[in-house]
């Protein structure tokens, strides 16, 4: 089947504008995670679904960061009243639940201006 | 709290050389590591696990405990071996990667 989508590919945004990105993983993957690529800081981690409840926020960086999974399938992030050091590339991964192989989305690259 | 380096940003060698990208990682705990690939304009994916003790497209790595490191080697470089390689690590009772920075590794003809 398909494997983890996200939408939009890319988004430029305005300083201060609020924006959503959507992770839709694969089917039948209760772990979802949210991860943050930028330059000079490699890849973070950023928040852990399993099922609907987040047991891991501990890498959000601030509270303008929140996310949200329905149904155990798709999640939000979104990222209120942005800044310019958002911007960096917002990668998407699910793993079955007793699986620690996680399968990455292609990413949303993210540009505050 | 847990770590992982990769000391190396960019490592570049020629086709049919070894190669040996480094990876050390700090952590107290017993931790699961794994190495993910990224080619170009392709997304992220899991190359190998050190749980797995297996080999993939001819790559290898060793988890050293005494050295709390886990090199990724290869005999025989090629040139579609040329990509950004990630050391990662999760850590007990934990499912979210620990990532290293990265290595460039560009493999010349």
């Known amino acids: 089947g398909a494997g983890v989508s996200q939408s939009p590919s890319n988004k430029v945004t305005e300083k201060g504008k609020d924006v959503e990105l959507r992770c839709d993983p694969i089917?039948?993957?209760?772990?979802l995670y949210w991860y943050r690529q930028s330059l000079g800081q490699g890849l973070e981690f950023l928040i852990y679904?399993?099922?609907?409840?987040?047991?891991?926020k501990s890498g959000l960086p601030s509270d303008r960061f929140s996310a949200e999974r329905t149904g155990g399938s798709v999640s939000t992030l979104t990222i209120q009243r942005t800044q310019q050091e958002d911007s960096a590339v917002y990668l998407c991964?699910?793993?079955?639940?007793?699986?620690?192989?996680?399968?990455f989305g292609p990413g949303t690259r993210l540009t505050v201006t | 709290a847990q770590r992982v380096t990769q000391p190396e940003k960019l490592l570049s060698v020629f086709k049919g050389a070894p190669v040996e990208l480094k990876c050390n990682y700090s952590?107290?705990?017993?931790?699961?590591l794994f190495w993910y690939v990224q080619y170009s304009r392709q997304r992220l994916q899991l190359l190998l696990r050190?749980?797995s003790r297996e080999s993939i497209k001819g790559f290898t790595a060793d988890l050293n405990k005494g050295e709390t490191s886990f090199h990724l080697k290869k005999p025989f470089a090629q040139e579609e071996d040329s990509a950004m390689y990630y050391c990662?690590?999760?850590?007990?009772?934990?499912?979210?990667?620990?990532f290293g920075k990265g290595t460039k590794l560009t493999v010349n003809p």
């Open positions: 991964a699910s793993s079955l639940g007793d699986s620690l192989e996680q399968y």
């Open positions: 089917s039948g993957h209760t772990a």
């Open positions: 679904f399993q099922g609907n409840s987040a047991p891991d």
């Open positions: 952590y107290s705990g017993s931790p699961e």
């Open positions: 050190h749980i």
């Open positions: 990662a690590l999760t850590k007990d009772g934990s499912e979210k990667l620990v």
